[in-house]
């Protein structure tokens, strides 16, 4: 005779067994660690590298352009404390050197401008799982004030050597299966009309633009392509770009360096697309979008007479 048994879906016993198992393996693990770590502590011969476990970057090699002042060089300083390993390039040698030295890291000197090669070479090789575009330079006054070399050179290291690095190292890491981060440094000029500022603003609106789209095409790869929009950060680049006329120094209206590294960090871990990194970059390309076109375009090129014409500039 045909008797119906009744089964549960769920065994409770098994469960509690699977659940008591996969405990047990996270305390193994945990116990492992910590008596490992406890063993190997100051000992010769080993070393203990913790890459930031939330990070999520396959491999623990980061390239960072522009890694001889300013930004690039407190992002070099956080990301080595992290345990990463580091390539810096920039053009300074002598000071690329002892960036380096300082966070044990390879150094490869070169000017965007004219030598990109050595450096798309060493990307397809090594196959960093983090890029950091964040070389770049301006020069304040008007655009036909300058040489036209110097405006090209400008476009040159802001955006055309930007994305193509940052095509080279999607394309190394599709073509081996990695995902990865590419992070483009970008600037609130690039959101704006800035008069005396026209060609680095055009360079910048290019980079956020292709850093948009990028991410949309290689983010279903695993590879996300974010851009970070920096307002003013007290570095040698208004000094640099005014010619040693103006320094920009930390106020409640500039940040440090060290902040504004702390926040591309985050922004990389959170992989956010685009981040205005400070409240009050955010805070100010909202109220411009508020305020009529030829009232903008005066505070603007007002702020930027004030340092190129250094009338009430520091020294
Ligand atoms: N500081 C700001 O207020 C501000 C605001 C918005 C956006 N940003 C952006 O933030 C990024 C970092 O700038 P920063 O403020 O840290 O300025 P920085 O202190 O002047 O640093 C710029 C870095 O870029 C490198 N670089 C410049 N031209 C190069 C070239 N032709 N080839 C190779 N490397 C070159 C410099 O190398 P060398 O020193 O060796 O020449 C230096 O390491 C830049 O992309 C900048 O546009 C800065």
Partial sequence: ??????????NPIRGQIRAFFAGFGFFANRLYSFAYVRFAKNRPGFEIIEFAPQSGLCNGLILITGASSGVGE????????????????GRDENRLKSVAK?????????????????LLSWIREKK????????????YGPAIAHPLSSEMDILEVNAAAAIEISIEAARTLQSNRMPGVILNVSSSAGELPIPSMAVYAAAKACLTSFSKSFDSEMSPYGIRVLASILGPVATPFAHRASSGRYTQTPSWKVISPERAAQKIW???????????????????LLAAKLLPRPLLEWILQKNLARRYNCRSCQK
């Avoid at 005779?1 to 769920?10: I, S, V």
């Avoid at 407190?74 to 390039?89: D, K, N, P, W």
Wanted: glycine share 4%; net charge positive; hydrophobic share 50%.
């Fill in 128 to 139: 960093p799982g983090l890029v950091i575009n964040n070389a770049g330079f301006a020069l």
């Fill in 266 to 284: 985050e922004q990389i871990l959170k992989r956010k697309a685009v981040s205005a990194i400070d409240f009050r970059t955010r805070a100010f």
């Fill in 102 to 118: 300082l966070c044990r890291a390879e150094w490869l000197p070169l000017d965007l401008a004219h030598s990109l090669a050595p």
């Fill in 74 to 89: 407190a992002l070099a300083r956080l990301l080595s404390e992290e345990g990463f390993s580091l390539l810096l390039t």
């Fill in 1 to 10: 005779m045909y008797r119906p048994t009744l089964r549960p879906l769920h």
